[in-house]
Nanobody, 120 residues
Framework: QVQLVESGGGLVQPGGSLRLSCAAS????????MSWYRRLSGKVRELVAT????????NYADSVKGRFTISRDNAKNTVYLQMNNLKPEDTAIYYC?????????????WGQGTQVTVSS
């Protein structure tokens, strides 16, 4: 059974940093590209960042380029999202998932996500 467990969210002031983690199980983690998505209040879930299978290639939404860094540890079946210089518009629930190629979206059902709130 696939499990995706996100953690590391919280309340942070604008300009602050957070590091999100996603522990994956139930599938061969090192065979899949992995992504972070987020859902802003009242909006659809959007793709934030993707990391390739061995971590040698990454892609980011324009809104987070230069501020967020996605990485993975295949030995720990974990994907991370380092978020710096956070802005109020980054407030959302953040989710991870295995990523289908060619922009076809996620493979699996969603985990519970982790709430990130950026506010002074």
């Amino acid at each position: 059974q696939v499990q995706l467990v996100e953690s590391g969210g919280g309340l942070v002031q604008p300009g602050g940093s957070l590091r999100l983690s996603c522990a994956a199980s139930g599938f061969p983690f090192s065979n899949y590209a992995m992504s972070w998505y987020r859902r802003l209040s009242g909006k659809v879930r959007e793709l934030v960042a993707t990391v390739a299978i061995i971590g040698d290639s990454t892609n980011y939404a324009d809104s987070v380029k230069g501020r967020f860094t996605i990485s993975r540890d295949n030995a720990k079946n974990t994907v991370y999202l380092q978020m710096n210089n956070l802005k109020p518009e980054d407030t959302a629930i953040y989710y991870c998932n295995a990523q289908r190629p060619y922009g076809l979206g996620p493979y699996f059902s969603w985990g519970q996500g982790t709430q990130v709130t950026v506010s002074s």
